[in-house]
């Protein structure tokens, strides 16, 4: 089950027990937690080398916070999952694994398979679908393309972090049946047909336990799924020093035991007293070489040397190759096939030959988000924006914002920033020791900063106690510039050496340490520049004043240029529409809307994009919207617009795929992993009441919740079109051979015909019901799916085979079979299912 690639070393069971027995219960102990930020301890006597992590969901961030140290930055998870394309995703995981090896990472803090419960889920980005079967299928995917190459998954967050509100103590009340048809079944897919090396448990609580002293590690993941992987806490998830050790969590993240987590000297002596038993920890220990062994980390000679270097292990395919052309051939393509064609009156594709002027129009159309924010993260090596795509393929483009989106201030960028020498974009960094004394210093690319648990190379956070951030601000235009400052405690802002801030910020004590971390407090102040005029800017900051500061420092210098009223932008966005052949208007959402520490308090569009829509289509008929987010959001005006393409967050490689799709160079392949609302009626509330979060609904989530209640979305789950045609002509459903484990199986045949002009892809959707069920259930649920390509009418038969377990539900005697007949129709959405089959169950 939980296979290694064949060139790791794994010793078996009784070699690693024999390993730890050389090691002290201090030796033991201090492996159960971090050693730092991003990695585990190295341990000679055991042949362990250090081991890293690193955060993961849409490239591998490494072990700094950096800009400088930059990672591809792969389509959103959501994004992979609207391919419905188990070997792209499988793809995509082999090509991450190669950027951990780059980046000397072992274990890679992915996927997240927490499902879409509610549109209001901060993380809902990160997250693949709200369907059970999607997610698993494409995340056994991502897992297997990881490991083949010898990077660990570690799936999360187990189990029910659903989203983010009151995250880390949220009580979240779930009936067994439902948390094992509903919410473990990506997981344990992922356990038993991946063998994914490591798992996380979640921050919150399930039925009254937190979850990394829940007895469902022990009961669900070791004792019925057999997992013999490792078991890590969330960062500082740990909370206890005899509960969680006596549960089944191994490893205690971030650490030193010093600074972070209850274990540490406190665990010593628990087992000192008895307390805990210390065979408990000799398997936290096995588990913890296990997975070190599996990555390359246990060196097969014992005692060895700690610093022996991570093994940079080829991918499956000796063949393939990682360059930079290659990663952006994979993931301008895979951006492509996550497009969703939601409506299309006939404009699109857009006919190069005849085609004019094209006004490429909204607050997402110059400076695209291509990831959600949060420990999603990365820094890639550029990012291609709609218009940057546009102007390269050669089309004739203007360009107007339209309507601001963000309701934040974003840090300076170039233009207007340079260094204080001017010899490019960026800031210098210096860092003062708590003496005065001047200790290290930096020149970086830009003016965000995050440092996790120290300064990197410059020392210790206890080192720092001052920095300083020193630009120059270049002015493009005369106006009114607003400076100021992003992060909590106490900033100095002076500009031409003339103080403009002297403030501390703060946030509630109650607020998630993510959203401290990423959406602080700002303050800003007004700074008149001529064309042309620079100022000399220093911002300073204590760092010790920042409650934060024990686990990272955060900060931004924020700018904020001269730009138009609302009413001023959207007018000339309009002229401009009116006076060309098509309006491309890039609508979305911002990193202060969608993003990890927080849920979304609202589906519509930030500011006033709607209204920019509605004007534009209003002055330019042909008009498409791309809707640059990673969740659903409120589109009141689609039935005023010629075309709407969901495009999620779409990696580094956004601006080439859009131009792809639009043209018709690239089929927009994607289909919806979640159900579009029409409206804010009757979703899913992601608040607790008194700390409860109750999943009063059951299994009845997304598309299973709309049928059951007789309700429309606006788009339903599975929607998604193409640029041609497809006739469902024919379904035959009977007995498929046992599976591997000799289990029964149902194979479905749907015989499916492009009635179109030119080379397609579908998704060809399976949906199961049990008429007259003596057990409730949802009125439909996903059965299967696969990928199918055709060309002008070509009659393609494809074959899904669906498992005996889709068909069974979870009672008090375990998985059962209700026997009788089960119907099975296909098609490709969940609301368009024209073929229908039987099949006698028992």
């Not at 698993?136 to 989203?163: E, M, P, T, W």
């Not at 924006?385 to 360009?399: C, E, I, T």
Request: charged fraction near 20%; proline fraction near 7%; include cysteine.
């Amino acid at each position: 089950m939980n296979n290694p690639v064949p060139s790791a070393f794994v010793p078996a069971e009784d070699e690693l027990r024999a390993r730890v027995a050389r090691l002290s219960v201090e030796q033991k102990i201090r492996l159960l937690t971090g050693a730092d930020f991003w990695a585990l301890y190295a341990e000679p006597d055991a042949g362990l080398r250090r081991v890293v992590l690193s955060d993961g969901p849409a490239g591998v961030r490494g072990e700094s916070w950096d800009e400088r140290d930059t990672s591809a930055n792969v389509p959103s998870p959501t994004a992979l999952a609207a391919t419905w394309d188990c070997d792209r995703v499988e793809g995509i995981g082999a090509l991450l694994a190669h950027e951990a090896r780059r980046k000397g990472v072992d274990v890679l803090l992915a996927p997240t398979v927490n499902l879409h419960r509610s549109p209001y889920g901060g993380r809902h980005f990160e997250c693949f679908s709200e369907d059970p079967l999607l997610t698993a299928r494409i995340g056994v995917a991502y897992v297997r393309g990881l490991q083949q190459a010898g990077v660990a998954g570690c799936v999360k967050h187990f189990v029910a972090n659903d989203s983010e509100t009151e995250r880390m103590t949220v009580d979240v009340q779930i009936d067994e049946r439902t948390l094992r048809e509903v919410y473990l079944a990506p997981f344990e897919a992922i356990v038993r047909e991946a063998g994914v090396w490591a798992v996380m448990a979640a921050y919150n609580e399930v039925n009254g336990t937190t979850m990394t002293e829940s007895p469902l590690l022990r009961e669900i993941l070791y004792q019925d799924w057999g997992f013999d992987g490792l078991v890590m806490s969330d960062w500082t998830a740990t909370r206890s020093t005899v509960a969680a050790a006596n549960a089944a969590l191994d490893l205690a993240m971030p650490g030193p035991a010093s600074q972070f987590g209850p274990w540490g000297d406190a665990l010593t002596a628990a087992v000192a007293d008895g307390l805990v038993d210390e065979a408990v920890i000799d398997d936290k220990v096995v588990r913890i070489l296990r997975l070190a062994a599996r990555v390359g980390g246990l060196h097969p000679e014992n005692p060895n040397p700690p610093d022996y270097p991570t093994p940079q292990l080829d991918p499956p395919d000796a063949s393939a190759a990682y360059g930079p052309a290659e990663i952006a051939r994979d993931l301008r393509a895979t951006a492509a096939a996550s497009f969703v064609l939601a409506g299309n009156t006939g404009l699109l594709p857009l006919d190069r030959s005849g085609l004019g002027r094209v006004a490429v129009i909204g607050p997402n159309a110059e400076v695209a988000r291509t990831l959600g924010g949060g420990s999603a993260t990365v820094f890639p090596p550029y990012t291609i924006s709609p218009l940057d795509g546009l102007r390269a393929a050669g089309l004739d483009v203007a360009f107007a914002p339209g309507a601001l989106a963000h309701l934040r201030t974003s840090a300076a960028r170039a233009p207007w920033l340079l260094r204080p020498d001017g010899t490019g974009p960026g800031t210098e960094v210096r860092f003062f020791a708590p003496s005065g004394e001047l200790v290290g210093a930096e020149q970086r690319d830009s003016a965000a900063f995050r440092w996790m648990s120290g300064f990197g190379a410059v020392g210790a956070a206890e080192s720092v106690a001052r920095l300083e951030v020193s630009c120059v601000i270049r002015a493009t235009e005369e106006g009114q510039y607003q400076l100021g400052v992003s992060g909590l405690g106490h900033f100095r802002l002076l500009v031409d050496g003339t103080e403009a801030l002297d403030v501390t910020l703060s946030m509630p004590e109650s607020a998630d340490v993510v959203e401290a971390l990423m959406a602080p407090p700002q303050q800003l102040a007004l700074v008149k520049l001529a064309a042309g005029q620079s100022v000399s800017v220093l911002l300073e900051h204590d760092v010790h004043s920042s409650p934060m500061a024990g686990l990272g420092t955060s900060l931004e210098l924020i700018l904020q240029v001269p730009h138009g009223t609302d009413d001023e932008e959207i007018a000339a966005a309009v002229s401009l529409a009116a006076a060309s052949d098509v309006a491309v208007v890039v609508v979305g959402t911002t990193a202060q809307v969608e993003s990890e520490g927080f849920d979304r308090t609202s589906l519509a569009l930030p500011g006033r994009q709607d209204e920019l829509v509605r004007q534009v289509a209003a002055a330019n008929p042909r008009t498409v919207v791309v809707v640059n987010s990673g969740a659903p959001v409120l589109m009141p005006w689609t039935e005023e617009v010629a075309a709407v393409l969901l495009t999620w967050f779409g990696g580094q490689e956004f601006g080439h795929a859009l131009a792809d799709v639009l043209l018709g160079d690239a089929e927009p392949g994607g289909r919806l992993p979640t159900t579009w609302p029409a409206s804010e009626a009757g979703v899913l509330s992601t608040q607790p009441a008194d700390g409860v979060l109750a999943y009063t609904e059951g299994a009845n989530i997304g598309y299973r919740g709309y049928d059951r209640d007789g309700r429309a979305p606006l788009y339903p789950f599975g929607h998604g079109t193409g640029y041609t045609t497809w006739s469902y002509d024919s379904i035959t459903v009977d007995r498929s051979v046992p599976g591997a484990r000799g289990e029964p199986r149902v194979a479905v045949c749907v015989q499916v015909r492009n009635t179109g002009a030119r080379r397609g892809r579908e998704v060809v959707q399976v949906y199961a019901s049990r008429p007259d069920s003596a057990v409730e259930r949802p009125v439909k649920w996903l059965a299967g799916f696969t990928v199918v390509e055709a060309g002008p009418t070509e009659t393609v038969d494809v074959g899904i085979v669906i498992p005996e377990r889709a068909f069974q539900h979870w009672s008090e005697k375990g998985w059962t079979l209700e026997p009788g007949t089960y119907a099975l129709a296909a098609g490709p959405s969940s609301a368009s299912l024209p073929l229908a089959g039987r099949i006698e169950l028992a």
